[in-house]
């Protein structure tokens, strides 16, 4: 569920573009870290079989809260950190630019989009179970 919501903002609104082009290894990074990790989800539900739970997705918000507490710790200790884009928007337009400066409001409204995207994500699953009879 993370990977299928966190990179979604970033290919949307991707930060590269604007500083670097298709001459930069940059670039190239950018691309395939944010695009591999879908073809890894879903080679892993087609060919495995696996899918996400109401569980992992639990597992995973807890992950990315833990995360956060530790770059907000950071954002604070080290001038200009910007770990998770949690102290201030990208230099680069973004998605996040919509976001208000204040770091606790930030931080609930990222929450909030992002427990909604663990929803969507899970959605299918839940409709495949609900018509199969199991919930």
Same mark, same amino acid.
Request: glycine content about 6%.
């Given at each position: 569920?993370? &990977? /299928?919501?966190?990179? =979604?903002?970033? /290919?949307?609104?991707?930060?590269?573009?604007?500083?670097?082009?298709? !001459?930069?290894?940059? #670039? @190239?990074?950018?691309? =395939? *870290?944010?695009? =591999?990790?879908?073809?890894?989800?879903?080679?892993?539900?087609?060919?495995?079989?696996?899918?996400? !739970?109401?569980?992992?997705?639990?597992?995973?918000?807890?992950? +990315?809260?833990?995360?956060?507490?530790?770059?907000?710790?950071? $954002?604070?200790?080290?001038?200009?950190? $910007?770990? +998770?884009? +949690?102290?201030?928007? *990208?230099?680069?337009?973004?998605?996040?630019?919509?976001?208000?400066? $204040?770091?606790? +409001?930030? !931080?609930?409204?990222?929450?909030?989009?992002?427990? /909604? &995207? #663990?929803?969507?994500? @899970?959605?299918?699953?839940? =409709? %495949?179970?609900?018509?199969?009879? %199991?919930?």
């Amino acid at each position: 569920c993370w &990977l /299928l919501t966190g990179s =979604l903002f970033a /290919l949307i609104t991707p930060t590269p573009l604007t500083f670097c082009g298709p !001459t930069r290894f940059r #670039f @190239y990074q950018f691309w =395939l *870290e944010h695009t =591999l990790g879908y073809i890894a989800i879903f080679y892993m539900i087609f060919v495995h079989g696996m899918r996400p !739970t109401v569980k992992s997705a639990v597992k995973s918000y807890a992950v +990315l809260l833990f995360m956060a507490v530790i770059a907000y710790a950071v $954002n604070t200790m080290i001038p200009g950190a $910007n770990y +998770l884009f +949690l102290a201030k928007p *990208e230099a680069a337009p973004s998605v996040l630019d919509i976001l208000p400066p $204040n770091f606790f +409001l930030r !931080t609930a409204i990222i929450a909030a989009v992002i427990t /909604l &995207l #663990f929803g969507v994500a @899970y959605l299918p699953w839940h =409709l %495949k179970d609900k018509k199969a009879g %199991k919930v």
